[in-house]
């Protein structure tokens, strides 16, 4: 099952027994970890077949109890378009924002410096109402790229920033947000950040490495889990 929508094959496939009966209404599937065996793929894209198979209403996702079969079968044959990978764009993330974090490094000016700690005070503002807004933190990451005074970077973090729009990509952030994963996400950008001004190009390609590598390592956890994935290392540089 080799392809760029691989997560959508691996929804087929369970649509294919829920319409054959194998899965009545009602039934609760196996957990994400015996499914990927089963199949034979990532847990990431059995997770992202769940979430297809939520949105286009052949399957019910309970906090905190897991995937359910629906109780009506949608009529359409056709599993909905659910957007881009959330896993793939973040592992095209890690790479190409890393490269454009070390840049903005060695380019930086004092004004892209003083645009970061803008976006970084209204992310906090959102943080401290326990949102997390994505306007304030594609401003963080496009104020990095701006830093670079590359244009062509700048429109990469937008084309990245416009796919996460997807429902895939949303609805992991609603699936897995919570209180750590927020202050996570501020403790790293204020890491990028200092890693910038500090004019450290590797330690700001491994800062922003680590922030997106916690965005995903969040996305792999379950729902009702309010822990961090303590998966990568803080890099911090002093101001």
Same mark, same amino acid.
């Given at each position: 099952m080799a392809s760029q929508r691989l997560f959508q %094959? $691996?929804?087929e496939q369970i $649509?294919? &027994?829920i319409r054959s009966g194998e899965l009545p209404p009602g039934t609760r599937l196996p957990a994400e970890r015996d499914l990927s065996k089963k199949l034979g793929v990532s847990r990431p894209v059995v997770r992202e077949a769940m979430i297809a198979l =939520? #949105?286009?209403g052949f399957v019910e996702v309970k906090t905190g109890t897991g995937s359910y079969v629906a109780a009506a079968t949608p009529r359409a044959r056709e599993i909905s378009d659910a957007g881009p990978s959330a896993f793939e764009l973040l592992a095209a993330r890690r790479t190409i =924002?890393? =490269?454009i974090a070390a840049a903005a490094a060695v380019s930086a000016s004092s004004e892209n410096i003083a645009g970061l700690d803008e976006a970084l005070a209204w992310y906090r503002r959102e943080y401290l109402k326990g949102e997390d807004s994505f306007e304030a933190d594609r401003a963080f990451h496009l104020g990095v790229a701006e830093a670079t005074g590359n244009s062509v970077y700048v429109r990469m973090v937008e084309l &990245?920033?416009?796919d996460m729009r997807g429902q895939i990509f949303s609805r992991l952030g609603e699936l897995t947000k919570n209180s750590n994963k927020l202050r996570t996400n501020?403790?790293?950008h204020e890491a990028i950040r200092d890693c910038i001004a500090a004019r450290d190009a590797e330690a700001a390609r491994q800062a922003m490495q680590n922030h #997106?590598?916690?965005v995903e390592a969040y996305f792999l956890m379950d729902a009702a889990e309010d822990g961090q994935p303590g %998966?990568?290392?803080r890099i911090t540089r002093g101001r």
């Open positions: %094959q $691996v929804a $649509v294919g &027994l =939520e #949105i286009s =924002e890393g =490269e &990245l920033w416009g501020m403790a790293d #997106i590598a916690n %998966q990568t290392k």
